[in-house]
């Protein structure tokens, strides 16, 4: 154990010394041991978040354990951190609902056992922790609490470039593709169809980007032929459009026309202007399509055959059949995970996503000079990290901003606190604050690994003195005490809030 902490903190200083470390740099999801007391715990993960004042940073490590007792989640706020990663917090108190004891924590530097030194200090790609715990009614000397893990930057939580960025090679954008890298007996007659799949410079209102995509329809040897593009790879087996051996498809060998991935959102958004050839309305043929699957490390295809059964290969799937406006703009259409009941406990490998110009294939116009067409933008993963609710004891608090107010004395072992969160991966941490005498409620989800982003509550005490923090939405990029005024903004019929540079749509969600 030793050598291995002798590497890592030498690694962590050769880091620091190249360049100063920001809170931003080292927040987080960190994997790797805990030990107690010299005796491995096994693999842990814990968390980085920035704090709830400038500088400082939330450690959280999750359901603690100790001799069997389960211990509660550890959280502590307002940790500084210097240029070289080092990080101190004073010696604070924490409760320990699970088992309603107070135990005070000091974050240790330059602790010595044996001829050896164990530190707190963190980078950008891994992080040492050196915790003192002591409960006097329960120990009868203080245990030591030493974590060792590297940072876990995953990609794997969301679709690359689902903005359609950068530059195109072989006719077709970084992490998607179309009939010019088509397979299947049939490829060779499409792959020349690349007029099919453009980079169009129509983007959607509030982007960042410069890039949107433009499918549109074709007739191609007499046969109408629907705009589509995947993450996947298409295979072309037949000249028939609704022929089954037609299909955009995932296969864990087929490298570089597959995503990796291992999250679980609730839901995917993406922005879309769907310009149909026929403009009736009511003709229910106009319709576009979006569909994702969720799968297993296994070959999956959209659509499936007739002859194959991938019931124990779906985990999830999201599919909409949408129509235009009436102004034939841009609009924002998201649409709910539905996860497979029998699958749940798999381990999601592989994200197959399709677009196309029609849900029905071969559908749409079919005259010769009036095709369908749509564009597509910004495709994002949802991760839901709303509170559902928190109580204190029998009693539900209601938040107004995030923020609820408790008509008592700040006190972090006198009730109860439940928290429940509403996301399919999003899990709460409570911590107590006793600087600004308050209780702060962290939300995050699977997608913290990657974004950063998180969600924070707070819990007022009147009787107390406490901060005026203004909690938003935030990733590792801003800091929690942002105070930037909102406005509204309509924009082809649909309300937005602009709050600076960062736009969220009527019903609260982040879409710029």
């Known amino acids: 154990m030793k050598k291995i902490f002798t590497v890592l903190v030498a690694g962590l200083m050769i880091s620091a010394q190249a360049f100063a470390v920001t809170t931003k740099d080292v927040c987080g999801q960190f994997n790797g ?23 400082t ?71 040492q922790i050196t915790l003192e715990i002591a409960e006097p009614k329960t120990l009868p000397m203080p245990i030591i609490v030493i974590f060792e893990g590297q940072a876990l930057r995953s990609n794997n939580y969301a679709l690359p470039n689902g903005g359609f960025e950068g530059q195109w090679v072989n006719n077709e954008p970084a992490a998607w593709h ?26 959607r209102p509030g982007s960042e980007g410069t890039q949107s995509i433009l499918l549109s329809s074709n007739i191609l040897f007499g046969v109408k032929a629907n705009g589509n593009c995947t ?36 839901s995917i958004a993406f922005w879309a202007k769907y310009l149909p050839a026929d403009k009736n309305p009511n003709n229910e043929v106009n319709k576009a399509r979006m569909s994702t699957f969720i799968t297993t490390n296994a070959r999956y295809q959209d659509p499936e055959h007739p002859d194959s059964v991938y019931t124990d290969t779906k985990i999830a799937a999201a599919v909409m059949n949408y129509s235009a406006t009436a102004d034939m703009g841009w609009q924002r259409i998201s649409v709910p995970f539905a996860y497979y ?4 406990d798999k381990q999601p490998a592989y994200i197959l996503t399709t677009f196309t ?49 408790v008509n008592e004395e700040f006190c ?52 107390s003195q406490t901060d005026d923090l203004d909690p938003i939405d935030q990733g590792v990029e801003n800091l929690l005490h942002n105070t930037i005024s909102s406005e509204k903004v309509l924009l082809n019929g649909q309300l937005f809030i602009r709050r600076g540079d960062v736009w969220f749509n009527a019903a609260g969600i982040r879409v710029k």
């Not at 030990?35 to 004042?53: A, F, Q």
């Not at 007996?185 to 499409?190: C, G, I, P, S």
């Not at 009941?341 to 749940?344: E, V």
């Not at 010769?368 to 539900?396: C, H, M, P, Q, R």
Request: proline content about 3%; glycine content about 8%; charged content about 20%.
């Open 33 to 55: 041991e805990l030990w107690i007391d010299w005796d491995s715990y096994g693999s842990k993960s814990v968390y980085l978040l920035p704090g709830t004042t400038e500088n």
């Open 57 to 127: 940073l939330t450690f959280v490590l999750p359901d603690f354990s100790f001799l069997g007792g389960k211990l509660g989640n550890i959280v502590l706020p307002n940790i500084s951190m210097d240029a070289d990663g080092k990080l101190s917090l004073k010696e604070t108190s924490l409760y320990l609902d699970s088992i309603n004891l107070r135990a005070s924590i000091k974050m240790l530097n330059n602790y010595e056992d044996e001829g050896e030194t164990y530190n707190s200090i963190v980078s950008a790609t891994q992080a």
């Open 178 to 203: 179309s009939f010019a890298s088509a397979t299947g007996d049939y490829a060779n007659f499409v792959k020349g169809n690349t007029q099919q799949f453009v980079a169009s410079n129509d983007v």
């Open 231 to 266: 993450n996947g790879q298409i295979n072309a087996g037949s000249m028939t459009a609704d022929n089954p051996a037609n299909y955009n498809f995932s296969d864990p060998k087929n490298t570089g026309f597959n995503t990796p991935f291992q999250g679980r959102p609730d």
């Open 341 to 344: 009941p029998n699958n749940l």
């Open 357 to 405: 110009t029609n849900h029905v294939p071969g559908g749409g116009s079919s005259e010769k000079g009036k095709l369908d067409s749509v564009y597509i933008d910004d495709v994002e993963l949802i991760y839901n990290k709303t509170l559902k609710s928190f109580s204190i004891g029998e009693n539900a608090l209601q938040f107004n901003q995030r923020v609820a107010t």
């Open 412 to 463: 972090d072992s006198c009730a109860d606190y439940v928290a429940a969160a509403e996301g399919k991966t999003a899990q709460t941490f409570i911590g107590f604050d006793a600087t600004h005498k308050c209780i702060h409620v962290y939300v995050i989800a699977d997608d913290f690994a990657q974004s950063g982003a998180y969600k924070l509550y707070r819990v007022e005490f009147s009787n």
